[in-house]
């Protein structure tokens, strides 16, 4: 079985967000921190190289394939922001439709820059996704 590399690091996340040369990049990361920090509890881990993870939670699906991975992060992408936030909790497509200029993908978020979101509804999508994940794997 291949190794998992979306795990925990050593690296720091401040560390690697020293290396986020952008400025506006880097000022919207420390809202994401900021955000995530409240709506988990918990402090920012590097799982990989390139996610920022707040809190964690084990998995097991069907096929028996199970493993941790963080309750919510974010990446620093070229071109957007990937947000690790749809976890498929009801109401999450009203949010959506709510949040301003984005796009989708199965778990994932990505916007350009936080100036094109409502922030207040990001911050519930962010919450509400963290409590439904708990909800469902913190049994």
Not at 17 to 25: A, G
Not at 75 to 93: C, H
Not at 114 to 138: A, M, Q, T
């Amino acid at each position: 079985m291949a190794e998992i590399k979306t795990k925990p690091t050593r690296i720091t996340a401040e560390s690697f967000l020293d290396n986020v040369t952008d400025e506006k990049v880097r000022m919207d990361c420390d809202v994401l921190v900021q955000m995530m920090e409240k709506a988990t509890g918990e402090k920012p881990v590097m799982w990989g190289p390139s996610i920022i993870g707040f809190g964690k939670y084990h998995y097991k699906y069907d096929s028996g394939h199970e493993g941790d991975i963080c309750l919510t992060g974010f990446s620093p992408r070229k071109g957007n922001l990937s947000l690790y936030v749809l976890a498929g909790f009801e109401g999450q497509s009203g949010l959506l439709s709510t949040l301003g200029k984005h796009k989708a993908g199965k778990g994932c978020l990505y916007i350009k820059k936080l100036d094109d979101v409502n922030l207040d509804v990001l911050e519930s999508l962010i919450k509400k996704s963290v409590d439904f994940l708990r909800g469902k794997y913190h049994k």
